[in-house]
């Protein structure tokens, strides 16, 4: 799993959005889900996740 940083503006404010997903598109599509009056959706970071389970 990998986290993506998202920043979004909604109305003229701007705010910082995290999601976890398996591929930069599905990403996306959860970010416009969420906010859908999201007027800007911006990539910013993405990260992996490590767990004991992935060892």
């Given at each position: 799993?990998?986290?993506y940083h998202f920043n979004i503006t909604i109305g003229g404010i701007k705010l910082n959005?995290?999601?976890n997903a398996n591929n930069?598109?599905?990403?996306?599509?959860?970010?416009?889900r969420l906010y859908p009056?999201?007027?800007n959706i911006h990539l910013t970071r993405t990260e992996r996740l490590w767990n004991?389970?992935?060892l």
């Open positions: 799993m990998i986290r959005v995290n999601v930069q598109q599905t990403a996306y599509g959860k970010v416009k009056m999201a007027t004991q389970g992935m």
